[in-house]
């Protein structure tokens, strides 16, 4: 059976593991929990997925092992690094990705911005400007609200961005011209590949994830979507908690798109839902898992086992169905979540602690795979420790 090498989260880990897959867990974080999971056979360290020299740490992994391994990741960089080298890596690994000016397509928010409009994919209008004078001249053109994010999420994962922008969130919203030209004043500090797009109307209930996966013909093997019932930081964030539901109508919608798109592989794509006209529109499209993906195994259908086995060309032994009513929770951030839609008035104790109530998987805590979250715990507490240690040093004469 060959194995996994899993670039990503400990929810794809899980996936993995679950599905009886032995793994290799790979990361250039030397406090990557997955290291820590019993799916683990062997933590793999490589360099940063940004940069050249993962292709390469992969390249001679690869070469080491003696047979192919299949390749997953959540990871936008690494998939994208993987694309890039694709013809020498699949010496050594199984994949299943589109043409690499596809994944590049989606994976760039100011790309997929012609995309949309080219082949009719149902996105908010979105503007690309690439400097201050360029924005002002098409600001009148620009709806209001809108919201300004970066063109690849991870281009605000910058040690400053609390300093110069603030709290970090993965879009800002603005009301007027100029909340908008002030804030892109600040971005551009910290990156200027950025994108301007037309708010879409709804609050952060109203927030739908779907993933999928095609084979190599496009025809789709497996699907779950999430409705995200909480995300943090509030209003511009990731999900907290969210619940599994079947709705045809979104899942029609995906496929139409992902065929638009020439997609095979993983897709997942993130929708809004307009609460007045029931529209659907694209927020974000990714070519690759959900970094809750661990939400359809425990509901049921692993697709991420189910890609494995179409990967090496072998009939999957897995169920084919999930169930409705699951959800996933990151307790952590949903505390934080919680605190702050009570502080702006959207939700109450008693709402909150109701909406915890069925059957749920945990991010971090499982019993049947307890060190991961037992070894975070310490992380923290060790980093905190430093940070105390170094903050109060005696001043050096």
């Given amino acids: 059976m060959p194995y996994a090498l899993v670039v990503g989260d400990i929810d794809l880990v899980r996936s993995v593991g679950q599905a009886g897959i032995p793994l290799f867990?790979?990361?250039?974080?030397?406090?990557?929990?997955?290291?820590?999971?019993?799916?683990?056979?062997?933590?793999?360290?490589?360099?940063?997925?940004?940069?050249?020299?993962?292709?390469?740490?992969?390249?001679?992994?690869?070469?080491?092992?003696?047979?192919?391994?299949?390749?997953?990741?959540?990871?936008?960089?690494?998939?994208?690094?993987?694309?890039?080298?694709?013809?020498?890596?699949?010496?050594?690994?199984?994949?299943?990705?589109?043409?690499?000016?596809?994944?590049?397509?989606?994976?760039?928010?100011?790309?997929?911005?012609?995309?949309?409009?080219?082949?009719?994919?149902?996105?908010?209008?979105?503007?690309?400007?690439?400097?201050l004078e360029e924005l002002q001249k098409i600001i009148d053109k620009i709806p209001f609200p809108c919201v300004i994010k970066p063109a690849n999420k991870h281009d605000w994962w910058h040690p400053k961005f609390h300093e110069i922008v603030g709290p970090y969130q993965k879009a800002i919203r603005c009301d007027s011209k100029d909340e908008l030209i002030h804030w892109y004043k600040k971005v551009v500090q910290i990156n200027n590949d950025i994108i301007v797009q037309e708010y879409v109307a709804g609050n952060d209930a109203?927030?739908?994830?779907?993933?999928?996966?095609?084979?190599?013909?496009?025809?789709?093997?497996?699907?779950?979507?999430?409705?995200?019932?909480?995300?943090?930081?509030?209003?511009?964030?990731?999900?907290?908690?969210?619940?599994?539901v079947d709705d045809p109508g979104i899942r029609d919608l995906a496929v139409d798109i992902a065929r638009k798109l020439n997609i095979t592989g993983?897709?997942?794509?993130?929708?809004?839902?307009?609460?007045?006209?029931?529209?659907?529109?694209?927020?974000?499209?990714?070519?690759?898992?959900?970094?809750?993906?661990?939400?359809?195994?425990?509901?049921?259908?692993?697709?991420?086992?189910?890609?494995?086995?179409?990967m090496i060309g072998q009939k999957c032994p897995l169920p084919d169905r999930y169930e409705t009513g699951v959800k996933w929770l990151?307790?952590?951030?949903?505390?934080?979540a919680f605190l702050a839609y009570r502080r702006a008035g959207e939700m109450t104790l008693g709402a909150w602690l109701s909406s915890l109530r069925g059957p749920t998987v945990h991010h971090l805590w499982s019993l049947q795979d307890p060190k991961p979250a037992l070894m975070e715990t310490w992380y923290i507490?060790?980093?905190?420790f430093r940070r105390k240690i170094v903050s109060g040093a005696a001043p050096q004469e």
């Avoid at 799916?39 to 020299?53: D, I, K, L």
């Avoid at 993987?82 to 590049?104: D, Q, W």
């Avoid at 409705?227 to 930081?233: A, S």
Wanted: include cysteine; aromatic fraction near 12%.
């Fill in 25 to 131: 867990v790979c990361s250039h974080y030397e406090e990557n929990i997955g290291f820590h999971s019993r799916y683990c056979r062997r933590p793999v360290h490589v360099a940063r997925t940004s940069s050249e020299g993962f292709a390469r740490d992969l390249i001679e992994f690869g070469k080491a092992h003696g047979e192919k391994i299949v390749f997953f990741s959540d990871d936008d960089r690494a998939v994208m690094n993987f694309s890039e080298h694709r013809e020498e890596l699949g010496k050594y690994y199984y994949y299943n990705l589109p043409e690499h000016s596809m994944v590049k397509a989606v994976l760039d928010k100011r790309e997929f911005a012609t995309l949309a409009r080219e082949r009719n994919i149902p996105a908010p209008v979105m503007f690309t400007p690439s400097s």
């Fill in 206 to 244: 109203h927030l739908y994830s779907i993933n999928m996966y095609f084979n190599r013909k496009q025809e789709m093997l497996a699907y779950f979507i999430g409705h995200k019932l909480r995300i943090f930081p509030i209003h511009a964030g990731v999900a907290t908690l969210a619940v599994t």
């Fill in 266 to 310: 993983h897709l997942n794509i993130q929708f809004k839902q307009d609460p007045d006209t029931k529209a659907l529109k694209v927020l974000e499209i990714h070519a690759r898992n959900s970094t809750w993906c661990h939400l359809s195994t425990a509901a049921g259908r692993n697709i991420t086992g189910i890609a494995y086995y179409d």
């Fill in 330 to 336: 990151d307790i952590s951030k949903d505390v934080k």
């Fill in 381 to 384: 507490m060790r980093r905190r």
